[in-house]
């Protein structure tokens, strides 16, 4: 392997990722050259300058620790992240999630990066790491450019993606009233959510014209997978009938003054003042005019503005298990790490965590000519341990407590909440262990 070079460290990627990987880094008193391609060159699904740019959704996904990506942003947020941290500065109501007003979070991020004295940004496409010296940390993401993407093809055999998608962004003003109401699942939150509802034979129209929509063609690409926990809306339609009345126009536990709907599509607020809402889980690979014509069906949305449409882009990712050592350095150079979605964690917070495990191993390695190791305990330590176990069909993983290590679990708890609650308070006094060994051998 080629000697490591520590003078600088490259991050290449200004995403969640990369924007945490080059703070812990920096933190740590390391000089980081942060690439990012913005403003230069914008990916099909990008639209902001700033760094930390949230393209599916503005929610984080749910705040509370029995939730397993709210524990893990109770761990991040341990371990001093920036993503979480500035997040919570610029959170909007949400009900029992955490989202964000996308410009104001991306701003604060990009700020704060700025201001570092150790991170130097570089506006410039890297389509070549061998033009870079020293330690480089490919944070590209999920839209990795075509460069980069082919150069990352040549180089390396286990280079795969699937294909991710993004709903529609809807004004305030335009909403229908009449035929929507605020109000939490079961009563519980702060009734952030705007829940538009539908009669049988409103679903039934809507449905069947959703089914014979017409898509956009993806011709790049030989492949297309769909991960499963960002499907379009039109794919799971066509799964059956009542897919959707089980999934996001799941009507249970919303009810307006005592009227039950036979279907319910849930609005999330995009900024504080609330004058965007974005269409939960209404990722969609329609046409726009298809998206125009059809969502509207939705009688609250009858004369919905659509600020933005749902687009559906690819995500790139390598075969982990097969590529990576401990700590997403790369089998074959010891100078170059992986962090982020390339990785094969999906998600945002999960991407974002990569990003801060990366920059610790980075770390680790450079003061004990060894990568750390980790059990799977903690939700940090269960995610990146999953892309590193071999698998015939290694596929992008999200926080989830399958995942995570209850062998010696002492707990016996039927109550499923109260056993979440349980792996809770275990992981956040594990992840103390972990930041320690990290600090540690030095």
Known sequence: MKKVNNNIINVIGAGLAGSECAYQLAKR??????????????SPAHELEDFCELVCSNSLKNANVTNACGLLKAEMRKMDSITMLTADECAVPAGSALAVDREVYAKAVTDKLKAHENITIINEEVTDLSTIEGIKVVATGPLTSDGMQDYLKAEIDE??????????????DSIDFDRAFFGDRYGKGDADYLNCTMRKDEYMEFFENLIAGETVILKDFEKKEIFEGCMPIEVMASRGID?????PLKPV????????????????????????????????NLKFGEQKRIFSMIPALKNAEFVRYGVMHRNTFVNSPK??????????????????QITGVEGYVESALSGLYT?????????????????????????????QVTNSKFQPMNANF???????????????????????DRALLEIDDVITSFEGEK
């Open 243 to 247: 897919t959707m009345r089980f999934g």
């Open 159 to 172: 280079f795969l993606y699937f294909y991710d998608a993004a709903s529609p962004i809807v004004s305030a």
């Open 323 to 340: 590529v990576l050592n401990a700590g997403c350095q790369y089998k074959k150079d010891e100078n170059i790490y992986f962090a982020g």
């Open 359 to 387: 920059a610790l191993q980075i770390d680790y390695f450079l003061k004990n000519g060894k990568l750390n190791s980790m059990n799977s305990k903690t939700m940090t330590g269960a995610l990146v341990n999953y892309i």
């Open 253 to 284: 536990g919303l009810t307006d003054s005592g009227e039950r709907y036979y279907a319910v599509l849930q609005l999330r607020s995009e900024n504080a003042d609330k004058t965007l809402f974005n269409l939960v889980g209404f990722q969609t």
């Open 402 to 424: 399958g995942i995570l290590d209850t062998a010696e679990f002492t707990f016996r708890i039927k109550n499923k909440m109260e056993r979440y609650q349980g792996y809770a």
């Open 29 to 42: 008193g390391y000089k980081v050259n942060l690439y990012e391609m913005k403003p230069k060159k914008m």
